[in-house]
């Protein structure tokens, strides 16, 4: 096991009907900025429970953060902030509006010129404006971590950010949320916190037994959930499960003590900024060409995880290994999820070269759990995806 | 899944040598005083390192809290505290050191006349003096929890106590302490924490997936690593795995959104402070017993752990029921664990009786998951256990 320190502070209310404590989490003379997406909560009655929870605070609003959250938007929000004097965040939304949140609580108190800088020049944010969270989508995670990624459209760039001061102060997960969901954010949110496991967990065997096992948990609850969550959304154990796993990929315990990956997320970013493609069906593009070409260094792992997760028990450890890549593909597959990227674009000739170049460009040679991926195995990966 | 709200704000420092990183944790202006147990932590290095991790804090100590910390040596340290004025404790040492400091950070606050009170009235702790801890023993799960179990010799009485203010600001795990402590000690722990999921997992299905999962990953490693921790507590990998389930088993995380039990607990107490019997042997002691008598209650649950955890297989749900509990014997007896009365006491005689009807005398009237179990389901539990 490598050595690691973990705190995560963030206090998650959990259940059925919990939006009205968010009253009691937030300091009573706060200036509230409620932050939201595209109005899909005006339609599933979550804008007007948080408004009567928000009813004897003093609160303004900002909507419209688009998925991907845009940097040009942000700065809407961000003069507001500043303009109205701004004192607390709430996030009501998913992966997009927590992570936009994240940049305005770090921008807020930002004191340097230029807040892209904390994009661009990887800036730690070890204190930020405290915010809050109802999450609305279960997928990436935010609501229990402290980071996040934003993108400009501008530059076609997608960027990650973080530090101990983005944890939300609370996160109200309540399940309920999931059965107005579209079946597309389903599937998205299956795939995202799949992943999200594959990347703490498909390195090398680094003995930290207890952290294999959790990832391998939550893997096979999203086996086991996530077709009863497409069929019957309002399936409230099963949507239960599927929104605790989605938290728990992503809130930091499974990857401390271990080696970490994330070249998938590096390499799907790009297809999203490039192409516009959904950010889970990215992932579920990238990681299986992934896979195959760092088959050599993985193999240990995936026949680890085609044992335990696919009951995988005959066969030779490489044939384990390879069965373990086939099935994480069919199983995106089972959710309609395309594993090509030729499923989702025609123009796909030279994406290889083009993310490689932008690799280059920005220094990422050094990509993966042995940071020994350069810009021209990113081509071979890419290429593979096609 | 039910309902669950959860907080842990503990910050975990895990690894090799990490002692010395306690000077970062502690405010700078802090007059520190350092608790600890038996004076073992002066055999192997730990006090040293403590001190020299110190050396630029104004510091007292108060050594020698006693297995099953005291209330009258915890007094005793108080009067120090108040005296000289004191504003952060350190733990070094186990379970029973950090308890008794979680005791000291609630009564170095508390208002009341009488400390005693916190225990017998169970006032929750929101607000305690500020402190952390040096794990020396992995077992309870209080390096990262905010509970604590106090022992008052004078009434033979063990009673708990907790409060959102007595989590550890930060703990340091070194898994290297380990490798001094003798087998008693590590038998001990793997049972104690073992017993912990039980407490948490042993009750009926409640649909919360993740975290049977969880439950059952900690069991998993459990039963991997004990019996290499065993053999030779040296060996890093094995320990590493130990220290984390030990501290997983009892941080909050597994009971979230799931029945809990904890009659085991409230029983083995009792054979502590009659018999002075070590907590971890109570509790193996104990649950076969429970478990055989509340089988039907139980046996669902009983059947999923000795398929996923034992890899049972064969067998109806009631056949795999019953070898749950054998097998759950034969662990502990594997690590030369007594699982009856008899084994640790020739005068067990009206123990039963003594216990139901300190039960009564208090009130508990409602044990386990179901709050059905009266003083007299408790006497045939303890004969059975004799």
């Known amino acids: 096991m490598l050595d690691f320190e973990y705190k995560n502070p963030t206090k998650i209310i959990f259940g059925k009907g919990k939006i009205k404590n968010i009253a009691k989490e937030i300091p009573a003379d706060s200036k509230v900025l409620l932050l939201y997406g595209g109005g899909s ?16 605070f003093q609160f303004l609003e900002f909507g419209g953060i688009p998925a991907n959250p845009e940097y040009e938007v942000l700065l809407q929000a961000l003069k507001v902030i500043k303009e109205e004097n701004i004192t607390y965040l709430l996030a009501v939304g998913g992966g997009s509006v927590i992570d936009g949140t994240k940049f305005l609580s770090s921008a807020a108190l930002y004191e340097g010129r230029n807040p892209w800088d904390i994009l661009t020049k990887s800036i730690r944010t070890e204190k930020g404006m405290p915010f809050g969270t109802v999450l609305t989508i279960p997928a990436t995670g935010s609501e229990m971590n402290s980071g996040a990624v934003i993108t400009r459209a501008e530059t076609q760039e997608k960027l990650g950010m973080g530090g101990p001061g983005l944890f939300p102060e609370f996160s109200v997960l309540d399940p309920q949320v999931v059965s107005s969901l579209p ?76 080696p970490t990956d994330w070249a998938v997320h590096s390499m799907g970013h ?9 950010h889970a069906r990215t992932l579920a593009i990238v990681a299986p060409s992934h896979y195959r070409y760092n088959f050599e260094a993985k193999k240990a792992k995936l026949a680890q995880y085609a044992e335990r997760v696919w009951d995988v028990k005959e066969g030779t450890l490489e044939e384990k290994a ?65």
């Open 41 to 56: 909560i005006k339609n599933n009655g979550i804008y007007e429970q948080v408004k009567e929870a928000l009813k004897d």
């Open 183 to 258: 079946e597309r954010q389903l599937v998205n949110g299956i795939t995202d916190a799949y992943t999200h496991v594959l990347e703490q967990y498909m390195t090398y065997p680094a003995g930290a037994f207890l952290q294999d096992r959790f990832s391998e948990s939550i893997m096979q609850t999203l086996i086991e959930v996530g077709p009863r969550v497409i069929k019957d959304p309002s399936d409230y154990e099963a949507a239960s499960n599927f929104m605790w796993c989605c938290t728990m990929a992503l809130n930091g315990l499974i990857q401390k003590g271990v």
């Open 270 to 278: 790009e297809l999203t900024a490039l192409f516009g493609i959904d």
């Open 322 to 386: 390879v069965i373990a890549i086939q099935k994480t593909e069919e199983f995106f597959q089972s959710m309609d999820i395309k594993t090509k990227l030729s499923d989702y674009t025609e123009s796909y000739e030279g994406t290889a070269q083009t993310i490689a170049k932008r690799f280059t460009a920005r220094g990422w040679t050094r990509l993966g759990e042995h940071k020994a991926l350069a810009p021209s195995d990113v081509e071979k990966i890419i290429e593979m995806s096609y």
